[in-house]
């Protein structure tokens, strides 16, 4: 039980279209129109659907809202600022969860979009459970149809969804062993100790931590520590390939 | 310190100003270009951002990412798709997490996407941070730039907005005092009782928890419960207006 978005009296193709898409962006199908301004079909809703043309193809067409809302449980009237009804408003990420716990019952959530000029009537706000509003910078709450309805949509999506918040990309290995670093972290501090850099000497064990510290915090992986020990073969050969010369050790 | 949006090599000056309108529906306005394909300013972009003219005004152009990047501290590339590059992949609710953070420390964002027909380049990528994946369904993955920019603002923006989850709207006065709601149930007793609506007799008490229970739930307002007595009034009485006569109680 998927929600339906319902239209009502939609006025360009082409911002039906995007809807379309917008919807099947985030798994959602069940698309409804009332009493669509142009007619339907409309030849300007399939380019603007981008690939999406099975949710026009299959769109319910209705003659007045309650017919299209008949088989529905739960009925969110979607505008940008809550009006002076006696109606729970509730965000659009809320409103996602609601949706997922009325699909655990069997149950069907509509989300109404009024027309792309003035919104919904006060008369189709009536005929909703909730009003459904999308929070927006109140300097400028002119958000389009398309918009609203992939806004809503994304909500809903983010409950199927499983994308962890973060996660690191590659096929990588993970970082690389504790031997390794330590490895990389001897190479290293034996050439800047065969050249003097730890000084003054009272600050050498600081300046080695500091040193530790920025090579272990990446996380390096394996074949990131081999790259950062060839650097540092690179770095201690002349320019032209000849060794420079060390310092003995005290 | 809030994220600025960056269109890297964008087409299309009518996604620019829809991206333009996106940001500041959700209160962004540090919109730059990087080498948009046909010039800026575009005069498609104006009535695109349907008001939001200002972004477009105040957008800065740059030649090549590093110099639109260089007073950033964290990059995000947004692609629909993670890469198999070893970089930290988040989704969008996180980058915004992470984006209020930065801001609390004095330090920016940037949001970079990509040209329209194919998203960043690979060596755009390589410049960023973090890769920002907008979770979506897989079977119809072509997210729009202007689609993918408000899903971004739109999350950097909850961290913003105070809306609660839910609130009931309208100026009622919050629910009935419960003498009001009692007077209402024992109107509603007395006249269904006068009757004989209670039958069979050992049924009666459950028959009233129940009316009980309907009439409680809803939190009805004052007003409404005076409605209520209205309509219970109403019915007692007979079409043409004579009051019913009333069974004597037993």
Redesign the interface.
Known sequence: MKPAFILVRPQLGENIGMVA??M????LDDLRLVAPRDGWPNPAAGPAA???DRLLDEARVFPDLPSAIADCHRVYATTVR??????????A??AAVQSHELDAQGLRAAYLFGPERAGLETEDVAHAD??L?????P??????L??AA??CA?EW??HV?E??????????GGPASREALDGLVGHLDAELTARNYFRPSHRAAVMRQTLRGMLQRPGF?EQEVRTLRGVVRALCQLPNGIALPRRSRD
């Open positions: 898409r917008a099947w962006n985030f798994g981008s690939g999406a809550p009006r002076g009804m006696m109606k729970e408003t509730v965000t990420r809320f909730q009003i509003t999308i929070p927006v910078n300097d400028f709450s002119s958000l389009n398309a918009q992939v806004l994304y999506f983010q969804d994308t962890p918040d973060a996660i690191l990309g590659g096929d990588h992986t």
